[in-house]
């Protein structure tokens, strides 16, 4: 069992004709999640438990036609452990 959570954000550079078949590649992975859309690009955020399905994902998404570049601008992983406990007041910002 994996005890990771990779917490990642992609943008994606594509023709206006490829947004209907990312938003069905989205809506089929419970992972992913469409958080900013343009007419030609995209911000998708992607959660899952382990590298390999974050670069699956990324491989999927740049196989879809129309789609020009996918770029991972973020990427975090952070234990499930630690992911449970509560945040101590006074430690955000």
């Known amino acids: 069992m994996n ?3 990779h917490i990642s954000s992609l943008v994606l550079l594509h023709r206006h004709e490829a947004l209907p078949a990312i938003k069905a590649l989205v809506e089929a992975h419970a992972g992913l999640e469409i958080a900013a859309q343009g007419d030609c690009r995209c911000v998708v955020l992607c959660e899952t438990n382990d590298q390999r399905a974050l670069m699956d994902h990324i491989d999927a998404l740049e196989l879809l036609p129309g789609v020009l570049n996918v770029s991972l601008i973020y990427h ?3 234990s499930l452990g630690e992911l449970d406990q509560p945040m ?3 430690l955000s910002s």
């Open 3 to 5: 005890d990771e959570q």
């Open 76 to 78: 975090h992983v952070e």
């Open 88 to 90: 101590e007041p006074g």
